[in-house]
């Protein structure tokens, strides 16, 4: 996925740094079997904050 994203057209501020994924058992899911947005929201927004510290 970070070959890709380097070899893009994307600009460089637009690419996000090998430090900024996480690995995740599961993403959450809704009772219908849909990815619940506000949950994965959430998760991420929650291991970013522990990276920053």
């Not at 070899?7 to 740094?17: C, E, G, I």
């Not at 995740?24 to 619940?36: E, F, N, R, S, Y």
């Amino acid at each position: 996925m970070l070959d890709k994203l380097q070899k893009s057209d994307l600009p460089a501020l637009r690419k996000p740094k090998a430090n900024l994924f996480f690995h995740v058992d599961a993403l959450p899911l809704l009772g219908t079997g849909k990815m619940d947005l506000r949950g994965v929201k959430t998760l991420a927004a929650t291991l970013a904050q522990a990276v920053e510290v």
